[in-house]
């Protein structure tokens, strides 16, 4: 069987089976057995398949058919224009969250070797990319799940990023420490949310995804008990789920009166991170 062949054979099969990506996934995994482009596809239709390159292939298409997300299945998502090593044990990074990543990096340039809190770190994606962007930032990685901490040190290692990472239940591992930014993408999904999830989305940790009936548990939790950790003139950021924006910028104005509050859109114009400066 040729590249092109199987290509073929993948489409429709992910056609069939309602996949919205279908093209775009069967290409992605060509080229990640073969080791090539997406630019590159078009010139190898007529390039014979060896058994191994079929048994890989076809365990991914049976991966995706079962409702895997693909950057899950690849072992990779793209991130601020970073690889970052992709599996089950944190969420997959997305573009929603780089706009709290570019509100970070912004953020920084107030401060000369500022201390960075990346809170509910999951792959690390967050602070790793900060970091790279702001060398001269400390950036601290912190995470309940060992699992999804184990993760970020891969990936920081990955990237070349020289990060602490801890693994703690919200702030107890940084007691007695502040910082100028503090940023957060903790579990918002409700009860409600969390009956009607994707089947893709399925597949992702529900400890990163559920966040209380309502899905504010943690942000009540974390603005409660953040003041000693952040910094004078320093601020946070949190990224909120749709319809979350108002309620949680609220939580901001009562822990912090006086203090400059706000919330910025993503690309999609759904308001996507509430942040609070001291």
Request: include cysteine.
């Amino acid at each position: 069987m040729t590249a092109g062949q199987w290509l073929s054979k993948a489409v429709c099969a992910l056609r069939e089976a309602g996949d919205q990506d279908y093209k775009t996934d069967s290409g992605l995994f060509l080229c990640a057995v073969l080791g090539i482009q997406p630019g590159q596809l078009r010139f190898t239709e007529d390039k014979p398949l060896t058994e191994e390159h079929l048994s890989r292939l076809d365990g991914m298409l049976s991966r995706r058919l079962a409702g895997e997300p693909e950057q899950y299945i690849e072992g990779e998502a793209w991130f601020m224009g970073h690889p970052f090593r992709a599996d089950r044990r944190a969420l997959i990074p997305r573009q929603d969250t780089e706009t709290l990543c570019e509100w970070a990096i912004d953020e920084l340039k107030r401060f000369e070797s500022p201390r960075v809190l990346d809170l509910c770190c999951g792959s690390g994606c967050i602070g790793i990319s900060v970091k790279l962007s702001c060398p001269k930032a400390y950036v601290t990685l912190s995470d309940i799940s060992p699992e999804a901490l184990a993760l970020a040190r891969e990936n920081a290692v990955k990237l070349g990023a020289e990060v602490e990472a801890v693994c703690a239940d919200g702030f107890s591992g940084v007691t007695g420490r502040s910082f100028e930014l503090i940023v957060c993408n903790p579990p918002y999904l409700s009860a409600v949310d969390m009956d009607s999830l994707q089947k893709e989305v399925a597949f992702e940790p529900s400890l990163a995804l559920y966040g209380g009936t309502d899905g504010l548990e943690f942000y009540r939790r974390f603005i409660s008990e953040m003041p000693p950790y952040l910094a004078r003139g320093g601020a946070a950021a949190f990224e909120v789920g749709q319809g979350q924006a108002e309620q949680v910028e609220t939580l901001l104005t009562c822990c912090f009166p006086g203090a400059q509050t706000g919330a910025v859109r993503d690309i999609n114009g759904i308001m996507r991170v509430v942040y609070v400066r001291t």
